[in-house]
């Protein structure tokens, strides 16, 4: 188990990709703290499904978007934990329209809560890694921060933010042992895609090396390497995981 006796924080964690991540790391040994905002449905259900793997696993209702949140977040796992060896801040929302039709509250809402949320929890826990020596820091942007998307321009400008962050955060983090990185995943099979139409579906196929989308799981493992001693010396990279979409 490479994370055994780790402790992680991870965002936007009862659902998705943060559920994936939070199997992920109990199976590999870390007990988790999982933040989510609103389904206490989803956030339950979640619990119970990973507690057969003997970790200790944990929940945070609130709002990545409020900077008071990341702070309550730091303070809980300290006091829960000990310790943060982990944080994934893998919370976000879309609100998908054409530029035009997009309205200034569609565009600050993607961004408060993608970017500027990230920023909140990367604020409250670096404090804690820096005195402990050591952390791993996981924030997830997307290819579409890379290449942009119609349709998006709120959430490839939030998930661009997370990439500049990314590589400051690291410059800034990396003498104090701790890394920071960025996943960016392409077209993943989740809750946003199963919306899509078999048309839209089959354009992506086209653009995708693979020829397939890819899995929550493929994120989760991703991270999952991050997070552990096995990525000790990588730090300020995005990792692509985007079966060659951007090749």
Not at 103 to 119: E, H, I, K, M, R
Not at 231 to 246: E, F, K, L, N, P
Request: charged residues 25%; neutral net charge.
């Amino acid at each position: 188990m490479i994370l055994q006796g780790k402790s992680a924080v991870i965002t936007g964690g009862v659902r998705g990709i943060g559920k994936a991540i939070a199997e992920e790391f109990c199976k590999e040994g870390a007990n988790v703290l999982l933040c989510y905002r609103s389904n206490d449905d989803a956030a339950n259900k979640t619990v119970e499904e990973l507690k057969k793997y003997g970790t200790r696993v944990e929940l945070l209702k609130g709002d990545v978007a409020d900077a008071q949140h990341g702070e309550e977040a730091a303070k809980k796992a300290a006091e829960l934990f000990g310790k943060v060896d982990i944080l994934v801040n893998n919370a976000g929302i879309t609100k998908d329209k054409l530029m035009m039709r997009m309205t200034p509250s569609d565009f600050d809402q993607v961004v408060q809560a993608n970017l500027n949320g990230s920023f909140y929890f990367l604020r409250a826990f670096a404090p804690l890694m820096i005195k402990q020596k050591s952390g791993r820091i996981i924030n997830i942007s997307s290819i579409v921060g890379l290449r942009g998307n119609p349709g998006q321009v709120n959430y490839s400008a939030s998930k661009a933010g997370i990439i500049g962050m990314t590589l400051s955060a690291a410059k800034e983090l990396g003498r104090r042992g701790i890394t920071v990185n960025a996943v960016a995943p392409g077209y993943i099979e989740t809750e946003m895609t199963d919306v899509l139409t078999e048309e839209q579906k089959g354009k992506m196929m086209e653009m995708i090396s693979l020829g397939r989308m890819g899995k929550a799981e493929d994120v989760a493992k991703t991270v999952t390497f991050l997070a552990s001693e096995n990525a000790s010396y990588i730090t300020g990279q995005v990792i692509g995981v985007d079966g060659g979409m951007t090749i």
